[in-house]
């Protein structure tokens, strides 16, 4: 799902007025609902709501995990490849090849992985980049001259490292979805919950109780939405992992080194 922060408001607003409309309408065919008597129906709806309630923290404490380690996952990466950026200056000759290597790996990975992400796959192209970058090492000869020359080389085979880390950490992230049995519990305890505010309201008049029963359904909303936005958390919209960190770190570097920038990239064939 990749619903904006304004689809969503729209939806939660509709299914609350949706909610409220079916209530009214209800009402007004089976009057007689009026006078039953909600009592059996408050101890049911108390156990099913603390269930429900237990349902949905444990989604979100189970997609929630893969979210955070994703958004720190991108902001290491695109903090590697800047660092072995920088370092790999001091590697003469075979500077300018990493450097180019470090560039087409993050316009890769800002244009395949992510979309290929958005469907809990990785992205063949970034793979080639990775080893592309990994082979534009091997040009180096020797380590940089002077005294922190050999620390230098071994901490941008560190960083180089780390960026295969990081994407590793946001690819897994990718593929960790809510299981089938968890999404048929919160869609179906959501109905149950909605359904049993109806039963437990029937006392009040027509419209308290539509208001009510729209109030709770846009609730309920929320939270459905709020865990199907974990469990994509690589779509479009608001509050999601994007590129945006490595994009950034891209045009550092293009800025930086605009001649390594203008050489073609194999992954994107330009």
């Known amino acids: 799902m990749s619903w904006g922060p304004g689809v969503s408001a729209v939806i939660i607003v509709l299914v609350g007025l949706v909610a409220g409309t079916i209530t009214i309408v209800v009402r007004r065919t089976a009057p007689r609902l009026g006078s ?4 059996p129906w408050s101890a049911t709806l108390s156990y099913v709501a603390t269930a429900y309630g237990i349902v949905i923290g444990f989604s979100i404490l189970y997609l929630f995990g893969a979210y955070a380690g994703a958004r720190s996952a991108v902001g290491d990466e695109a903090t590697s490849i800047g660092t072995a950026f ?16 470090l560039i087409c790996y993050a316009r890769a990975a800002s244009a395949y992985d992510w979309p290929a992400m958005q469907e809990g796959t990785s992205a063949p192209e970034v793979d080639d980049a990775y080893a592309d970058l990994v082979a534009s090492l091997g040009q180096a000869q020797e380590p940089p001259q002077g005294t922190f020359g050999p ?7 560190v ?3 780390s960026i295969s880390t990081a994407r590793e950490t ?6 960790t979805v809510l299981p089938v049995l968890l999404w048929a519990l919160v869609l179906g305890g959501g109905l149950l919950v909605v359904a049993l505010i109806f039963a437990v309201t029937l006392p009040a008049a027509r419209r308290t109780q539509s208001v009510l029963v729209g109030l709770a359904a846009s609730f309920t909303t929320v ?24 994009d950034q770190t891209t045009v550092s570097m293009e800025q930086s080194a605009p001649e390594i920038a203008g ?3 194999p992954a994107s064939g330009g």
């Open 86 to 101: 920088e370092e790999v200056q001091l590697f003469d000759e075979a500077a300018p090849d990493v450097q180019h290597a």
């Open 36 to 39: 039953v008597d909600p009592a």
């Open 263 to 265: 050489r073609p990239c």
């Open 223 to 246: 939270l459905v939405l709020l865990v199907a936005a974990l469990n994509s958390p690589f779509s479009a919209g608001s509050g999601r992992v994007s590129p945006a960190l490595i």
């Open 170 to 175: 946001r690819l897994v992230a990718a593929t």
């Open 151 to 157: 620390a230098t080389a071994t901490n941008v085979l």
């Open 159 to 161: 960083q180089i490292g």
